[in-house]
């Protein structure tokens, strides 16, 4: 998947996450590559819940090199496989943001071509509402809704616990109601 990341299987078994880490910090190519192969799965794992679809491998990729460049900033003792999680949400909101803007401009100049706004249907609507969420918010319901997973299974995810999920959950859904028009809420709520 990641050309040239390829750990020696005698290191791989060999070292723990925090002696690859220090080893890695120390210049260590080999054992950086135990950490990638370690946590690749899981990390396409979560960029790929979390939206990034289809460049769920290029969020990945940006991630592991942004760990990397960053593992100075890494507490020792403290566990790698969030630290780098949070990264790979981080690159995988910022692509998910950038693809957002990307549509909405090609929409735009769609509209502007064609000389006239498209009509947007409900599900449209809903979606651009949710698109228009804070980035908290609009994880958790894509996650819960978007996604079909659990409460805990989206605190999983998202590295949130459980209460948090369910408040972020509310206070999205609230706001969300307030982003539809009313009379598209009732469309929208009876088909």
Known sequence: ??????????????????????????GDLDAYAVLVARYTLRAHRAAFLLGAGEEADDAVQEAFVKAFRNLSGFRAGEPFGPWLLRIVANETSNL?????????????VSAAEAGR????????????????????????????????????????????????????????????RGLIAPGQQERISSG
């Not at 998947?1 to 120390?26: F, H, K, N, T």
């Open 1 to 26: 998947m990641y050309s040239g990341v390829r750990a020696r299987p005698e290191l791989r078994r060999a070292i723990d996450d925090a002696q690859a880490v220090a080893r890695a910090r120390d």
């Open 117 to 176: 706004a498209a009509a947007a249907g409900p599900a449209d609507e809903v979606l651009a509402a949710v698109n228009a969420l804070p980035g908290k918010e609009r994880q958790v319901l894509v996650c819960r809704y978007f996604l079909d997973l659990s409460e805990a299974g989206t605190a999983q995810v998202l590295g949130w616990l459980v209460g948090s999920v369910k408040s972020r959950t509310s206070r999205a859904l609230h706001r969300l």
């Open 96 to 108: 998910v943001r950038s693809r957002h803007r990307r549509a909405a401009l090609a929409v735009r």
